[in-house]
């Protein structure tokens, strides 16, 4: 049976699109070249240093037209670009859906989640990014981003880092670590979306009601998943994916 969802909260900030509003028009990066499949064991350098990351680029992914792109942020340790695919399902959610996902590969597994010492994993996104933008049509108005526990940590950090390119997030089973020391200095209040087990034994729930509430008191369009019963695992049951790719694409950059 799946889980029960004790509750699903929305703060909208009131520069929000609603669903009445006009969409706003697509970026295209016009990249050509880049092909259809998925892609396991791709690599690029950063700082002397050879960085992995997955690439699925789905069938129905048309070049003549820009599509969203979402990067995946993996856990601590155990988990890679290799397994989160498994256990998210986003690859199936990107076939369905029509978008470029890519799994990064942390150093040593671990995404740094201080500023002064992420400025690699920054760089990875920023290299990352411009090369896909270059083999692929991508909507710049929805680059998104997602990640699970020490990945949800890195991609909170990363938006508030790159504001003027993330359009939205949706983090899983993570908190705010530095960031809730103080409001962010952002040029973009993109969407969050905080996606936690009522029963996470290794990030506590607490974490994400925190973030919940630092980012509505920022102004932040905000939606909050709390999963009753569910441990430090990905929201499968709860159709997490239709949820997250639902508030995604409803806050593209442009949305303020």
């Known amino acids: 049976m799946s889980p029960r969802i004790i509750y699903v909260w929305m703060i909208m900030a009131s520069c929000t699109i609603t669903a009445s509003a006009a969409e706003p028009k697509a970026r295209p990066s016009n990249g050509k070249g880049g092909a259809a499949g998925t892609f396991?064991?791709?690599?690029?350098?950063?700082?002397?240093?050879k960085r992995e990351y997955r690439l699925v680029v789905p069938k129905s992914v048309d070049n003549r037209k820009p599509v969203p792109i979402l990067f995946a942020f993996h856990g601590f340790l155990v988990d890679s670009k290799d397994l989160m695919p498994k256990y998210s399902q986003l690859d199936q959610l990107a076939e369905k859906e029509g978008f470029v996902l890519v799994y990064p590969n942390a150093v040593d597994k671990a995404w740094r989640?201080?500023?002064?010492?992420?400025?690699?994993d920054f760089a990875f996104f920023d290299k990352l990014l411009a090369h896909l933008c270059d083999r692929y049509n991508i909507d710049r108005n929805r680059v998104y981003l997602?990640?699970?526990?020490?990945?949800?940590?890195?991609?909170?950090?990363?938006?508030?880092?790159r504001s003027d390119v993330v359009a939205a997030i949706a983090c899983h089973s993570g908190g705010l670590g530095v960031l809730a020391r103080r409001p962010p200095q952002v040029k973009h209040k993109y969407g969050v979306m905080i996606i936690h087990g009522e029963k996470d034994s290794?990030?506590?729930?607490?974490?994400?009601?925190?973030?919940?509430?630092?980012?509505?008191?920022?102004?932040?369009?905000t939606e909050y998943l709390e999963v009753a019963g569910l441990n430090h695992l990905w929201a499968v049951n709860a159709d997490v994916n239709a949820r997250l790719w639902k508030f995604l694409k409803e806050h593209p950059l442009s949305a303020d």
């Open 202 to 221: 290794i990030v506590n729930v607490d974490e994400g009601r925190k973030a919940r509430d630092q980012y509505q008191s920022w102004g932040f369009p």
């Open 146 to 161: 997602t990640g699970m526990s020490n990945g949800a940590f890195f991609a909170h950090l990363l938006a508030s880092q």
């Open 40 to 49: 396991p064991d791709e690599t690029m350098e950063i700082a002397g240093v």
């Open 113 to 120: 989640i201080v500023p002064f010492l992420a400025k690699d």
